[in-house]
């Protein structure tokens, strides 16, 4: 199967049966302390895909101003209600663990909406993605990719309770106030830490 762009697309990951409605997988507040203990955010976060707050919580106890929405707020009962990929309003600093399956759209419009910093908690293998590599051609690379390292432990749902994940996690972080990168800064971090 090939793209309209000619290129090989990669195989999409088989989609497990007890998938959590609106690919709810809370941000392990160990992830979110990882990041923050590396990068440093001036100014207003905004958390667009915010869940149950998971990430905009660990922003808030490090005493930064968060900004919390997400599409399925209503459900969640937590955040405002917002449609983050028909979103025009900027602000300094965009942090979110997006729904997978619309993680280049986050990060594209993510990237045209942050002043300051866009930070994305991704699987490492998404990385590896014809499209993942395309956008980054246009946009330009993460200046840090943070791998954490040992592998998460993750809230799969009720059925399936917390479980270690089955693949590597990173942040891909953007400063909008540096030059684009052709190149990212990779750093390892243990999250134990």
Known sequence: MTSRFGWSKMP????????????????????????????????????????LGHISRVFEAAGHKVRSTDL?????????????????????????????????????????????KLALFLPVNFLNNIGTVKLLSEI????????????????????????RSIFHHCWCVWDKTSARQQHSNLIHIDWRV
Not at 34 to 48: H, S, T
């Open 140 to 163: 330009g690379h993460p200046h840090h990719i943070l791998v954490l390292v040992p592998t998460l432990k993750i809230d799969m749902g009720p059925e399936r309770g917390i479980q």
């Open 72 to 116: 399925h707020a209503t459900t969640y009962q937590y955040g405002g209600q917002a449609d983050f990929l028909s979103q025009s309003v900027k602000a300094p600093n965009i942090v979110t663990n997006p729904p997978y399956k619309h993680a280049l759209e986050f990060i594209r419009v993510g990237f045209n909406l942050a002043n300051n």
């Open 12 to 51: 999409q990951p088989k989609v497990h049966a007890n998938r959590r409605p609106a690919d709810l997988y809370p941000t392990p507040e160990e992830a979110t302390r990882a990041l923050l203990k590396v990068i440093k955010f001036c100014g207003l976060v905004w958390e667009p895909a915010s869940g």
